[in-house]
């Protein structure tokens, strides 16, 4: 009898544990994520690729709407500092979350549209994009550990969220 109270304790903490959150209980965690991807406009637009790149956890990884991976932050932000000094230098970048799904306690997706104008190389086109971030949890912060940015064709609608972004 002992045994099989002590499974069934066992069960039902673990249960307990790996239960997500009442959704009231996820306030303050979809605030600080959610204040990330105002650092994640704010940066770009001041263009300082090191307020960029500190958002990521140091292990962090970025997936380019070219296909190439820039891993860890170090990296992260030389790449995008490179591009700020050149075709980047006066752009601005408008984003507007669509999604935030918690994946565990210390796990969010966030799917967010993003509008890019002032590119050097078509200064007069909009560059509308999807980008998908991975936050964690990690020492009380959460931060981004995987991201990607995916452009949109040009014979892909706009939604309701890009028109609202271009205003």
Request: aromatic residues 8%.
């Amino acid at each position: 009898m002992k045994t099989a109270t002590l499974v069934t304790a066992s069960v039902l903490i673990a249960a307990l544990t790996n239960k997500p959150a009442p959704a009231e209980d996820r306030a303050a965690d979809r605030e600080q994520i959610s204040t990330v991807l105002a650092g994640v406009e704010d940066a770009w637009n001041r263009h300082d690729m090191h307020a960029w790149a500190s958002l990521f956890h140091e292990d962090g990884v970025w997936t380019l709407w070219t296909g190439d991976v820039w891993t860890g932050r170090k990296a992260i932000e030389e790449g995008h500092a490179a591009v700020h000094k050149t075709i980047f230098r006066s752009s601005i970048q408008r984003e507007r979350l669509e999604e935030m799904t918690f994946l565990g306690p210390d796990a969010a997706l966030m799917r967010y549209c993003s509008v890019l104008t002032g590119d050097e190389r078509a200064p007069d086109k909009v560059i509308r994009s999807r980008k998908v971030l991975v936050l964690t949890k990690r020492q009380g912060a959460w931060k981004i550990g995987w991201g990607q940015n995916t452009r949109l064709a040009d014979s892909v609608p706009d939604s309701h969220c890009f028109v609202a972004l271009r205003k």
